[in-house]
């Protein structure tokens, strides 16, 4: 089993649909969760992190954490084309004031946001 | 200008040969970390740094030799570069709670 996983996609949206990119982890001991966007032959950009269990609001995006169930998921509202990536989760054993602590990845979901 | 960056972009070796892989940052992360990305394999751990003169083996160590000398460098170094090297770079960085942020990449091709 992998430590973390997310569905490889693509997952394809309307223009204005709400997307929701799925992930799950292992590791119980797991602290701080990431949610980075990477466009294509580009590097992994930060757009959402949550420490706590429940919803975490910025802009279009919500994370969503569950960590009995050990699970994250991103959800975006009025989904673009701009936002046609890949998604990579993340988590970290280190917690909000924890140190820099290596993060684990999952393998990304390709998300299409169709016209 | 602050952040990030990697040198070079795009490197192209032979086999056998050594190769270095330069990252500086200018925020004064404590933590620097490298990353490697293959289809299929998402973002793996090379090797990672708390802090100057201190550093740990990641999930893919084997191949590499990284130092840091200084808090806002942290080369990575192929002894002999192989075919199974071939791979995008990352360098990252990063500070309390875990937020990693990511240098541009290098494409390393190994012929």
Redesign the interface.
């Known amino acids: 089993q992998k430590e973390v996983e997310q569905n490889s996609g693509p997952l394809s949206v309307p223009e204005g649909a709400i997307a929701s990119l799925n992930c799950t982890y292992s590791d119980r001991g797991s602290q701080?969760f990431?949610w980075y966007r990477q466009y294509s032959g580009?590097?992994?950009?930060?757009i959402m992190?949550i420490?706590s269990n429940g919803d975490k609001e910025d802009g279009r995006f919500t994370a969503q954490l569950n960590k009995a169930s050990q699970y994250v998921s991103l959800l975006i509202r009025d989904s673009q084309p701009s936002d046609s990536a890949t998604y990579?989760c993340?988590v970290?054993r280190?917690?909000?004031?924890?140190?820099?602590?290596?993060?684990?990845?999952?393998?990304?979901t390709q998300l299409k946001v169709e016209l | 200008d602050a952040g990030i960056t990697q040198s070079p972009r795009y490197k192209i070796t032979e086999t056998g040969r050594q190769v270095t892989l330069m990252c500086h940052q200018t925020w004064s992360h404590s933590y620097m970390f490298w990353y490697r990305q293959d289809l299929g394999h998402g973002l793996r751990l090379i090797y990672y740094s708390a802090a100057a003169d201190i550093t740990d083996k990641g999930e893919v160590p084997d191949g590499y030799v990284v130092s840091r000398s200084k808090t806002e460098n942290f080369p990575l170094t192929l002894e002999s570069a192989t075919r199974s090297q071939t791979s995008v770079y990352f360098c990252a960085s990063s500070e309390s709670g875990g937020k990693a942020f990511f240098g541009q990449g290098t494409r390393l091709t190994v012929v």
Do not use: I, Q, R
């Open positions: 701080s990431f580009k590097s992994p950009e930060l992190f420490y990579l993340a970290n280190e917690g909000v004031t924890g140190g820099g602590n290596k993060l684990t990845f999952g393998t990304g």
